[in-house]
């Protein structure tokens, strides 16, 4: 953890994750305003100030990727734009995976069942089998 502030003014920071930045590099992808990237932009500097203090060097790497995009591009935002989605498309996503055992029975008998299962995203599981 990390404080970040000027002035008066004092945010308290965690540590950025790539799952982090992958989300909210989608959700910039997936808006038509250029208003958003100026929040993207501002949200990541912000958040990825210092991080070489507390972050992995995965995430690391991914944001300095997307700053240097940020910085090239600022003037065509269509370039950038396709450059911020070749700079996703090449971040790999790590998905974990897990298993779920459900036990049902009697004082007699009992029945297992296993459920590989992983997450996705989010608060979305899926349910392999």
């Known amino acids: 953890m990390r ?3 000027s002035g008066c003014e004092v945010e308290l920071a965690v ?4 799952a982090q930045i992958r989300e909210r590099l989608i959700d910039l ?3 038509k305003e250029d208003s958003s990237l100026d929040d993207f932009d501002e949200w990541l500097a912000g958040a990825s100030w210092n991080m070489h203090q507390d972050s992995d060097l995965e995430a690391q790497w991914f944001a300095a990727e ?3 995009a940020l910085a ?3 003037s065509n935002i269509d370039l950038l734009r396709r450059r911020l989605k070749d ?3 090449s971040q790999p ?4 995976r897990a298993t779920v055992k459900i036990s049902t029975g009697s004082s007699t008998t009992s029945q297992h069942q296993e459920w590989p299962f992983a997450f996705v995203g989010k608060q979305r599981v899926v349910v392999y089998g």
């Open 3 to 5: 404080l970040i502030g």
């Open 72 to 74: 090239e591009n600022e």
């Open 87 to 89: 700079i996703l498309h």
């Open 15 to 18: 540590m950025i994750t790539v």
């Open 93 to 96: 996503v790590t998905v974990n």
């Open 29 to 31: 992808l997936a808006s």
């Open 66 to 68: 997307i700053e240097l």
